[in-house]
């Protein structure tokens, strides 16, 4: 509890390293942004400190000691605090005295991005820089940490487009405003805690400094197209705007196209390569399909520019779209990924993590689906639950904090052959840990195979999931329920009723995401099975959509019966070209 309720705590190794390294720990278990001042002692800083910080500071010097860049090697500022990057930091502040300050942090992509805040002009004779780098950190800390709060704030309020652009402000940015201002005022007086200066003379020198920086600013025509472009929106997805079917997208299992090998065509030479550019290929002829899941590292190769834009390319050929980028750990991760015991392998798992977010990005995918098979246990007493939970809630902030405008998705599992026990195995424990993350780009994927395996209700699971405004996909088949088996089989061709009432809940809980297949073809026409699955979707959502007033009324009696009897009439009526409302109103006579 030392850190309980703070929002912003900074260190200084001045302070024991092994003090700093708890308190961090403690930082990242309960959400307190924490800083890290080199300054103090000359020591070698842990990696696990330096993943557990959100902001490395330090001047020239200070970086100079933790780091070893060759001379002549370039700008050596920028590579000294990439060390630090690749070592775990996620932000490197270097306070450069007259010269202003530099933040490096990484980009989507994984490039490095250097901020620059030039020096604020002093206001009086120069007299003491004693307390300049402490007033500028102290100044950093509070201003940044002040604007992640209030982003979070307008965003949730949404409001006019002014309180929209004022939301989208970089709190990176805003601190350093302030730290150039605030360390100035510093240097104007003598001493070093009686130098500090305080809110109020810090906040309209900022203003200031806001206005000229507007003012220099040259006026831009293609401003305007630029924001009209960002406003745009896109392709309709999922049932949430529109009861039209045929605007649904929908994805199905890329490594389905591996098997009946004795089904392609010869006359598409494009599909003959047993690889993911071959399986897109015949992904693409598949009626009524819009998007691609893909698998990261799988399907990724080196993850080199040339891949990325390779994927992209084959996309483009087969008309499709990159829907989500999904993770599948390699096995080095088999007694965990982000849960796993060593907090290097840790580390490394949700650095993994971060890249399948950078590469969905990069292909222009709105979803990052995060199973781990390994994340859990197999023996009791085999974990301390308490500490698996944490790390958990730790990793994918971590995550989605790397990727602010990504939606990062756990999809849930209670059991299989590589974990007996998943660290989170159903639904409802899948929305307390969205509670704990508690962050605005986290929700859930659901797979109807893992529902029916938990011994849930799918539909039911929908409707929590949705309540809770945290349902960012859903991937669909069906199965026998078999102890431990996950068998992948067609949407609908085991539990129809299931299935419908699934399609009846996404509709009334706005689904805005694609549909997704995850089924197993392996002695079916892979093709064939997809636009089987892509059919059912738009019967069973047109059969919901005309079916829901009925089934309501019967809700308010829980009348089982009644709603039989509603499925009964369709048996004998037929399904295709119903006119609900007629048939409804036959019933009640």
């Not at 200084?12 to 959400?31: K, M, S, W, Y």
């Not at 932000?91 to 020096?119: C, F, I, N, Q």
């Amino acid at each position: 509890g030392w850190v309980e309720g703070a929002d912003v705590v900074l260190l200084q190794c001045e302070v024991p390293a092994r003090i700093n390294a708890l308190v961090a720990e403690e930082c990242r278990r309960t959400g307190a942004e924490c800083h890290l001042d080199l300054g103090g002692e000359e020591r070698e800083i842990e990696e696990k400190t330096l993943w557990n910080v959100d902001v490395v500071s330090c001047n020239e010097s200070e970086l100079k000691r933790v780091t070893t860049t060759p001379e002549g090697s370039g700008d050596d500022t920028r590579l000294r605090a990439e060390q630090l990057l690749e070592r775990g930091a996620r932000r490197v502040l270097v306070t450069l005295g007259a010269e202003g300050a530099r933040l490096y942090r990484r980009k989507a992509d994984g490039s490095t991005e250097e901020l620059v805040a030039p020096a604020e002009e002093l206001t009086g004779p120069l007299v003491d820089e004693t307390a300049a780098g402490d007033a500028f950190r102290a100044a950093f800390a509070v201003a940044r940490s002040f604007a992640r709060k209030q982003q979070q704030i307008l965003k949730e309020a949404g409001g006019t487009e002014e309180t929209k652009t004022a939301a989208e402000e970089d709190p990176d940015k805003i601190g350093m405003e302030y730290g150039c201002v605030a360390g100035m005022l510093a240097c104007t007086k003598a001493g070093a805690g009686c130098s500090l200066p305080d809110r109020d003379a810090v906040v309209p020198l900022v203003l200031q400094r806001r206005d000229r920086a507007r003012q220099s600013l040259p006026k831009r025509p293609e401003d305007a197209a630029l924001a009209n472009a960002k406003a745009a929106a896109d392709l309709p997805r999922g049932g949430a705007l529109s009861d039209n079917v045929e605007t649904f997208h929908f994805a199905s299992r890329i490594n389905s196209m591996k098997d009946r090998r004795d089904l392609l065509d010869p006359s598409r030479p494009a599909e003959a390569p047993n690889d993911i550019f071959g399986w897109i290929a015949r992904q693409g002829r598949i009626k009524g399909l819009t998007h691609v899941d893909l698998n990261y590292p799988q399907h990724f190769g080196s993850l080199g520019p040339d891949e990325i834009s390779q994927l992209s390319a084959a996309l483009d050929a087969a008309g499709l779209r990159c829907g989500a980028v999904c993770l599948r750990y390699p096995s080095k991760f088999q007694a965990g990924a982000m849960t796993h015991w060593d907090p290097a392998l840790r580390t490394k798992a949700t650095r993994l993590t971060i890249d399948a977010g950078a590469a969905a990005r990069a292909l222009g995918a709105q979803e990052l689906v995060v199973w781990s098979a390994f994340c859990g246990y197999d023996y009791s007493l085999q974990v301390d639950h308490h500490a698996q939970w944490d790390r958990l809630v730790v990793a994918f902030r971590e995550v989605c904090d790397a990727h602010p405008d990504l939606r990062v998705s756990l999809e849930y599992k209670p059991t299989d052959e590589n974990t007996r026990f998943f660290a989170v195995p159903s639904a409802g424990a899948a929305l307390l840990l969205c509670q704990e993350v508690d962050r605005e780009n986290f929700g859930l994927t659901l797979d109807l195979g893992h529902c029916l395996a938990a011994g849930e209700n799918p539909a039911q699971s929908v409707a929590m999931a949705g309540r809770a405004k945290k349902l960012w996909g859903v991937q669909l088949n069906d199965g026998y329920q078999r102890i431990g088996a996950e068998d992948g089989l067609m949407f609908g061709s085991v539990h129809p009723a299931m299935a419908l009432e699934v399609m009846l809940w996404l509709r009334k809980t706005k689904f805005d995401g694609h549909f997704y297949f995850d089924t197993f073809p392996r002695n079916e026409d892979p093709v064939r099975e997809c636009e089987h699955n892509i059919r059912r979707v738009k019967a069973l959502w047109k059969m919901a959509a005309g079916l829901e007033t009925a089934f309501e009324k019967k809700w308010e009696t829980h009348d089982a019966l009644g709603v039989l009897e509603i499925m009964e009439k369709l048996e004998r009526v037929g399904t295709n070209n119903v006119d609900y409302e007629k048939l409804l109103s036959e019933m009640d006579q």
